[in-house]
Structure formats: C-alpha cells, structure tokens
C-alpha cells in the first residue's frame, strides 16, 4: 500500500468510497481499523484514499457477512489474500461458499419442517428429530471446512500445471503409466477433484467400471461437478479408506494418489486395499521423495525454520518414494518404483503463497503479518533478481500385486 496516491489513479475520499458502495462512513473506519479493508492510499494531509480494487474487496467481505460469517471469519478468509485485482478467484471463493451454505440451510430447513409436522401429528414427542435439527445446524462449521479442503487441492494442483518444466503434466504421465485392461472394475481412493479422470477423460474406456471416492464429501461434490459431462461413466461415494464399503476381491485395480500420507493407519488401509482387490489385481500408490519442494522449504527456513515442523511439511514422511517400498512390501509382491521428473520455475510469489498456505496443518494460522510479509519479499527478491524460483520437484509411483 502506497503512503501517497499516485496521479493516474482514480481515487475516492472515504465519504465517496461510501455513497458510491452504500455503507457507512462509520462501517469504513472500523474495517480500516480492524484491518479487514484498508485504504488504498493516503493524500498528502493523510486522509484515506481507497480505489476501485477496494470495491472488489468490500463486496467480498459483505457477501460473506450476508450469509452469516463473522467479522473474524471473514477475517480469517481474506487475512492472506495477496491480489485483490483477482476477482475471477474471488467470485468463484464466494460462489462456491454460498452454494455450500444454501444446501445446509436447506436441510435445517427441511428437519424443522419434518419436527413441526411430528409436533403436530404425535402424542408423544420424539426428541430424536430435535437432536437431528441440533446436528445439522452444528455442520455449518464443517461445510465450510469441506470447502476450504477442496479450494486448497486446487491451490496446490495450479501451482504445477502453470510453472512445471515437464509440459506432459503428472496427471497425463501417470495415467500412462496405469496398465488397464478392458472391464476393469477400477477403485479410487482419495479422487480429490477427479483430475486424474478429466485430464485423460478422452482416453477413459468405455469398458471401465470406475468408482470414484474421497473421504470428503466437498471433495467429491467437486469431482462431480466436474465429471458432469461424463457422470454416468463414473460411480461416486463418500468413503473411509480404514473401512472400505465393499466385498473381497471386487476390484482389478485400486488407486490411491498422493493420499496415502494423509491416513492416520496406514496399515489398516492397506490391509482393506488389499482385501478388496482381486488375486492378482493391481494397486497404484503415488507420493513424493524427501527432497520434493526443498528450495521452498529452504526459503520458509529462512524465515522460521520452526514452521517447517508443522504437519503441513512433515506430513509426508509417514509415505514416501523413500520407505513406501518397506511399507508396501508387507501386504503386495513385485513392487516397482516409477519416477517422474519434472521442476518448477515459479515466477509469481502469489502461487507459490498460495500453494504454503493450501497445505494441510492450517499453516496460515501460524504465519503472523511480520513472517507473511518477510517471506513474501523473499520470494519477490529472488524473481526480480534470477527471474524465477527454481523448485525441484521428487514425485513417482509404486506399482504392487496382491
């Protein structure tokens, strides 16, 4: 944020910046003050100056208000937005965060609906549809959750299709990589957004009777939406890998793509991967060596190598192309390692932010507007100086038997 405001720029007095959005002088002063919009610039008296950029920005924080964030919450939310010119990203945050909403108060609504009518048919009250209507309103924190789980993948897989020096991409390469034979019944097991599918959508047989899973019903409510074209192709369903909803030996081939370090019992998953695979059946287990991402780390080091102990950096370390072989060996035969090489070469500090704060672990929380502020100017520095940040990337594939 500039001191002074620049000649060329259309600005607007905070009295302006009012009436033109409709709020208060007053609603101005306490987002300024509780750091949730902040002028753009200041004139030479040190009045508040704000710009059109702002607009974008107290849209967004009065949609999220409207439909029942508090100011903290939104807070939260925004507290790392880097480009508040992206509203593109912005509308689709808040699109998707209302539709989320409008599901949930939908099915409050529907439980109060189907209370009222059991008040006023039943002698005898059943207190279980109280306590179902008590439930669903306690979701609202986990609709959102959901969002943030899906939103933070996306932050993650677009950070290496924009910079990634191999132009093949990970997702094409590895489905290369998958030996499918016709009528495969094909399980997969943490398909995040369905990228692995429409990436390589054209080349998905017609034969195959693929079933889609994650654990997060956002995840998968995202993988829908967009297989939507192919829908009738896939089966969908929320799935615990610890406990998988089907028989023994139902599947040729099982799935699982950078999510096994995810699980809290690996081994557990592992046994229930094996079990519902067919004598002979195949399972693809993906992940990243020790050294995936180093320079990144190196750089967040340099700030506070402390935050490099945070589940988000070390999370990994329970599956890697490392020990997955010693892990895998336990439960399958015949394990091969398949690597595939590829770097970054990032040229926009805002994605590789991006990227630190989607990771799992709830980083941003631990990151104060100091540290923020430090490492963002870090990254700066580097691709004003060498044009790029160079990122090595250690990402592959086990292939085992059962």
């Known amino acids: 944020m500039s001191n002074l405001y ?8 905070v009295g302006q910046f009012a009436k033109k959005a409709g709020v208060t002088i007053r609603t101005l002063r306490f987002y300024d003050k509780i750091n949730l919009l902040k002028p753009s610039n200041y004139n030479e008296l040190g009045y508040r100056l704000y710009n059109k950029q702002n607009f974008g920005r107290l849209q967004k924080i009065l949609t999220l208000k409207f439909i029942g ?5 939104i807070g939260d939310i ?26 949930h108060m939908s099915n409050v609504l529907k439980a109060i609906d189907e209370t009222l009518i059991m008040v006023q048919k039943e002698d005898n009250l059943n207190w279980d549809k109280f306590v179902n209507v008590i439930n669903l309103i306690n979701m609202d924190n986990k609709w959102i959750e959901q969002y943030k789980n899906a939103s933070n993948l996306r932050a993650r897989i677009n950070i290496h299709e924009k910079f990634s020096s191999n132009k093949e991409g990970w997702m094409p390469w590895y489905f290369t990589k998958l030996d499918i034979a016709k009528g495969a019944k094909i399980l997969e097991l943490g398909c995040g957004d369905g990228s692995l599918w429409l990436k ?5 047989h017609e034969s195959w009777n693929i079933t889609l899973t994650d654990f997060s019903q956002g995840m998968l409510n995202d993988t829908r939406n967009n297989l939507e074209k192919w829908e009738n ?8 890998a610890h406990d998988l909803p089907y028989s023994d030996g139902s599947f040729d081939i099982v799935i699982a793509n950078h999510m096994l370090y995810h699980l809290g019992d690996l081994n557990k998953a592992l046994s229930e991967v094996k079990r519902v695979l067919k004598t002979g059946g195949q399972f693809y287990a993906s992940t ?13 080091a340099q700030v506070d190598k402390n935050l490099l102990n945070m589940e988000g950096f070390t999370r990994t370390e329970n599956f890697q192309l490392e020990n997955g072989e010693d892990i895998l060996k336990n439960w399958f035969r015949d394990i091969v390692i398949n690597r595939y090489e590829d770097s970054l070469m990032v040229t926009e500090s805002s994605a590789l932010m991006d ?21 963002e100017g870090k990254m700066k520095k580097i691709i004003k100086e060498k044009g790029s940040i160079y990122i090595n990337k250690d990402t592959g594939f086990f292939k085992a038997i059962k």
Request: proline letters at 1%.
């Open 233 to 240: 192709r896939f089966n969908f369903a929320v799935v615990d």
């Open 69 to 73: 964030l508090s100011l903290e919450e």
């Open 6 to 13: 620049k000649e060329d720029e259309e600005l607007y007095t």
């Open 355 to 375: 990227y630190i704060f989607s990771m799992p672990g709830n980083i941003k929380n631990n990151f104060s507007k100091e540290k923020f502020n430090k490492l």
């Open 78 to 103: 925004m507290k790392y937005d880097i480009d508040d010119k992206d509203f593109k990203k912005s509308l689709n945050i808040q699109k998707k965060i209302i539709e989320e909403k409008i599901d």
């Open 288 to 300: 990243v060596g020790k050294n995936h991402m180093k320079e990144m780390r190196d750089i967040i």
């Open 200 to 204: 390589n959508i054209e080349k998905v």
